[in-house]
């Protein structure tokens, strides 16, 4: 077979494969979905809820040197918003693969790993500068999560057969599963915010 032959029969098998798929049910579900958008506008409000009467003392106010202010947090939550927005949006350019779904771990998996107490250590793209002043924290992660929240609620794609790749053991990741981390890492920083505000020399 020579390569123009060869070219030719694997577009065709490209098409077919494409063709099958657009022709199948959706593997993410309205109840996927749903699921997404009740927590992911959960953990939002919760975030509004514990930072909206916050004094520009309480919002830069840090444990030791060590630590992240509340400002911080919400920074470093609002970096993730546009992250992951970006890598959904790279991955569902590509190639539906559905044959993946059927080998992905659990949701609760992702949402187990949030919420292990050990220490997880922020990629160098999502820590915090500490620039922004007060209630601009809040202000950025909202323009993030509010964008991320209208495209779940409104795409047409299958979250279920668009993959993203990783690193180490876990190779692949849907973009639905990089989004139930995304609400999980929400709430594993809002226990964060908690502990902050609990602590004895918190300005009053």
Known sequence: ????????????????TST?????KSIWTEADRKFLIDN????????INQTKSLTSEQWAFKED???????QVLEHLGLYERIFAQE???MLSSTPEPQLDSISLPDTSYINW???????????????????????NLTFF???RNHIIDFIKNTTYDLKA?????????????????????????????????????NPKFPK
């Open 162 to 198: 668009h993959y993203t790749y990783r690193w180490g053991d876990e190779k692949r990741r849907s973009i639905h599963a990089l989004m139930v981390v995304h609400f999980g890492h929400s709430d594993r920083h809002l226990k964060q915010i908690r502990k902050i505000k609990d």
């Open 1 to 16: 077979m020579t390569k123009l032959y060869q070219l030719l029969f694997s577009s065709l098998i490209l098409l077919a």
């Open 142 to 144: 909202l323009f993030g």
């Open 40 to 47: 992911l506008e959960r953990t939002k409000l919760e975030i």
């Open 65 to 71: 040197s060590t630590k992240w202010t509340i400002g």
């Open 20 to 24: 099958c798929y657009s022709q199948t």
């Open 88 to 90: 959904a949006d790279i």
């Open 114 to 136: 949030m919420n292990d107490p050990s220490p997880h250590k922020a990629e160098w793209n999502a820590e915090p500068l500490g620039f922004m002043k007060g209630s601009d």
